[in-house]
């Protein structure tokens, strides 16, 4: 954002009191103004640098889904907790920034509370996810394993198009992410259906942590469709909430 310079103060009689008045505004306003700038243009900043987190977060899911990577894991918990701080910051600095604002970028500063929220909570997710598996003796069957994997690269897929989207205000990014979340859906009902299909059977008992995985990614991928609308929200000055096939059809 460009900020205005300050004026110059118009010259004067030395001493006199509109001058030292004109002189004390040039000293408040401009302070004012820049904190005010700064809250405006950080927060929105905040959330990109949060979707590039929540991505790298889902990306260190997969590597541990890969092999069990001890890094990915850490990578993942330090995800979750800078998205927390994350969040924390933007509770705390929105309801300054929000007042002294146009309709316009008030718009813009409630869509990076709604994103934050829904950021914090992939974190969250991911963390939990690579939790249910990272205490697991036996080695994950390989078809869970590859299906996992497949829902933890189309989900960073759809992060990274989420963080573009919010960068370029371009709707077509949402889109895609609107299109991919259904694969999303199917890879974890295939996964759910194959363990409990049987009834009596011992697999979904035995396996149940694996299952709570996959129910894990699959509402980062529920996150990631929330983010898809409220950026078309963002873009477009309209919700989608209540009209979302629009996009999954375009």
């Known amino acids: 954002m460009t900020r205005k310079q300050p004026s110059a103060a118009p010259r004067g009689k030395r001493g006199s009191t509109s001058t030292r008045s004109r002189a004390a505004e040039a000293r408040t306003r401009p302070t004012d103004t820049r904190h005010q700038d700064f809250l405006e243009d950080e927060l929105p900043s905040l959330v990109v640098r949060g979707c590039l987190i929540a991505r790298d977060a889902v990306f260190n899911v997969r590597d541990f889904l890969a092999d069990g990577s001890r890094l990915a894991f850490l990578a993942i918990k330090d995800c979750e907790k800078e998205l927390d701080q994350i969040e924390r910051k933007i509770d705390e600095q929105l309801p300054e920034a929000i007042t002294r604002v146009g309709e316009a970028k008030a718009r813009e500063l409630l869509a990076c509370l709604k994103f ?96 709570l995985a996959a129910q894990a990614l699959e509402r980062v991928g529920d996150h990631a469709k929330n983010l898809a609308e409220e950026l078309y929200s963002l873009a477009e000055g309209r919700s989608l909430r209540h009209n979302a096939r629009k996009l999954y059809t375009a």
Do not use: W
């Open 116 to 211: 934050i929220t829904d950021l914090e909570r992939i974190g969250d997710l991911a963390y939990n996810a690579v939790m249910q598996l990272q205490s697991r003796r036996e080695k994950l069957p390989a078809a869970d394993s590859r299906q996992l994997m497949e829902m933890a690269s189309l989900l960073c897929t759809m992060l990274e198009q989420v963080h573009q989207g919010f960068i370029k205000r371009d709707v077509s990014y949402a889109q895609t992410v609107l299109q991919s979340d259904p694969e999303v859906d199917r890879l974890c009902h295939s996964l759910f259906h194959r363990h409990l299909a049987e009834p009596n059977s011992p697999s979904g008992q035995k396996n149940f942590d694996i299952l």
